[in-house]
């Protein structure tokens, strides 16, 4: 909070160094000759919105969640099957994945979010695996293991969808930015600081971390059905995976600096790359270092990269402050 | 009558920590709550505040049945509280915590920053708004308390023990402060064992023992009462 403010606060530079970043990224499909290298910065920039979508829930609002797989999973299902089964167009799927990732979290926010400790965090976990049984069994409405193969997805080129995801992760992390500088962002980080505090100055905890939760879930069905397109295939071991989705949302934050604005796309930057890295020589055994990564992160680095950098400039705000 | 506690008990598994307590509080006045540590005070104070629900008994506000309803609905009502174990945003700034509390009145985010700035200025926490809430001493977080509380608006605010830990010149800061929030129209609620600021900031006293009212009256009055010189403040405060 203090850094966003901060941060707006010296918009000037931050606009500038905002504006070149932007300007780099959308120049960079023309001067990448590589597709290989192209495909990597569309997973960080999938993993960078993924991350931001958890830490509005997770970070902000303090509301951790081990299993935004179910998001994912259902925003993915949702866009392949209304194409499949309705021929409702691919476009519109992403729309309707957010709003599917949106319903299905209202129940388990609703019933959870009322307590405090790890029951939502383990809610949501059972939930993404109820949801991956349901659609491996399923099997004459889902395909079960067999999985959904988009013959013609909404894009052909890696290029076209390079610019879907900057695009969506733009929209992401504005409207990010914008939630924190109003009411309700105030009102996710007053509870994440303090529940009781929260309630006796006038906020509707669970409504409010309910709130949280749905937009969180909405912005994470749309990229589940950004996942569908660009990969062609899902099945529910994919895109319901504890490790490989739910997990590794977890990690881009925790390693980028969780409750910071930029550290979601500074930990999706390094968990891509070193995921690459490990798949060819560890293969299966990635996720035993993701495990290991987690630990030497909370013993070493408990803010995160993002956090740790920004921690300087932060006390340097309070001192110019006084 | 701006507040009427009525036959207010709570218990805790068994142990009866507030017995049929009765009092009530007229607009603008100072209600003074003394008595020993574990007599039911801050149990009093959060029922009245809704975290937690009596056992039996009614709270009325503005004639309004409030009993049991949740903390943000009284909040929203008009009866704000702080805390006697002070419950800081501590990642926010002095500025954004009490912005926090201008938001349960006021929608918009720069008319809460400029609202917030009055509230500081008011409570002469102002220099230290950019400051984060973790960083502050003591002093500062109990003052920090009443900022927050009165940027609520509320009508009725309730302080427990905002004085507690305080040095001799912060007590006197708050004495005056507690002076310029009465002025201001608001009634209160006071919580304290100093017994010097409460005796003389207090309209009346309602003194409570071992969960019971035992005694309820002017400063004066209460200070050479036998009960409570037994009770609570003990034979040398009598003598003085």
């Known amino acids: ?322 | 009558m701006l507040l009427e506690v009525k036959g207010l008990s709570k218990d805790f598994a068994g142990l009866r920590a507030v017995h049929h307590v009765d009092f009530t509080v007229q607009k603008g006045e100072i209600l003074g709550l003394i008595g020993p540590n574990g007599a039911g005070k801050t149990t009093t104070f959060n029922m009245i505040s809704g975290s937690l629900k009596p056992t039996e008994g009614r709270i009325l506000f503005k004639e309004r049945d409030i009993t049991g309803m949740s903390p943000p609905r009284i909040c929203l009502l008009g009866i704000t509280r702080t805390f006697q174990i002070v419950k800081p945003l501590p990642r926010l700034t002095v500025l954004e915590n009490v912005m926090v509390g201008v938001f349960a009145k006021v929608k918009d985010a720069r008319k809460a920053r400029e609202r917030a700035v009055e509230v500081l200025e008011f409570t002469e926490q102002l220099p230290k708004k950019d400051m984060v809430a973790s960083s502050l001493t003591l002093g500062e977080w109990k003052k920090l308390e009443v900022s927050r509380a009165l940027a609520t608006n509320p009508d009725l605010l309730l302080l427990d023990e905002c004085m507690a830990g305080l040095n001799t010149k912060e007590i006197t800061d708050a004495i005056r402060l507690i002076g310029k929030i009465r002025e201001k129209g608001i009634t209160i609620i006071v919580i304290e064992h100093v017994m010097k600021a409460i005796m003389s900031i207090s309209d009346r006293i309602v003194v409570l023992n071992h969960g019971q009212k035992i005694m309820e009256g002017t400063p004066e009055q209460v200070a050479n009462d036998p009960q409570v010189i037994k009770a609570y403040l003990g034979e040398d405060y009598a003598k003085r």
């Open chain 1, 1 to 322: 909070m203090v850094h966003l403010i901060s941060m707006l606060r010296g918009q000037k530079r931050g606009f500038l160094s905002i504006t070149i970043l932007l300007a780099i990224l959308i120049i960079l499909p023309w001067v990448l000759t590589s597709q290989y290298l192209l495909h990597l910065i569309i997973l960080v920039m999938m993993w960078a919105a993924l991350g931001v979508s958890w830490n509005l829930l997770g970070g902000y609002t303090g509301q951790v969640s081990f299993g935004h797989a179910a998001f994912f999973g259902v925003g993915a299902y949702t866009a392949c099957l209304l194409h499949t089964k309705l021929g409702v167009s691919l476009w519109a799927g992403f729309f309707f994945a957010g709003v599917a990732g949106a319903l299905i979290s209202i129940p388990v926010g609703t019933i959870c979010l009322r307590l405090r400790g790890p029951y939502f965090a383990l809610s949501v976990l059972a939930l993404a695996e109820i949801l991956r049984l349901i659609t491996l069994y399923w099997k004459s409405f889902t395909e079960g293991a067999v999985g959904i193969l988009l013959v013609i997805p909404v894009m052909e080129t890696k290029t076209e969808y390079y610019y879907l995801i900057l695009g969506l992760g733009l929209l992401i992390m504005l409207t990010t930015a914008y939630i924190l500088k109003r009411r309700m962002g105030f009102y996710f980080i007053a509870i994440r600081e303090d529940e009781d505090a929260a309630e006796a100055l006038g906020i509707f905890t669970t409504r409010y971390k309910l709130y949280s939760l749905i937009i969180s879930a909405f912005f994470t069905g749309i990229l589940g059905a950004f996942f569908a397109n660009y990969t062609q295939f899902i099945d529910p071991y994919i895109v319901f995976a504890i490790g490989e989705v739910s997990i590794a949302m977890v990690l881009v934050v925790v390693l980028g600096g969780i409750g910071t604005f930029w550290g979601p796309a500074v930990g999706a930057l390094v968990v891509v790359l070193l995921s690459e890295g490990f798949r060819s020589y560890f293969a299966q055994a990635s996720l035993l270092v993701y495990g290991a990564l987690i630990i030497i992160v909370i013993l070493f680095l408990p803010r995160g990269i993002a956090g740790s950098i920004k921690t300087r400039d932060h006390l340097s705000t309070v001192g110019k402050g006084e």
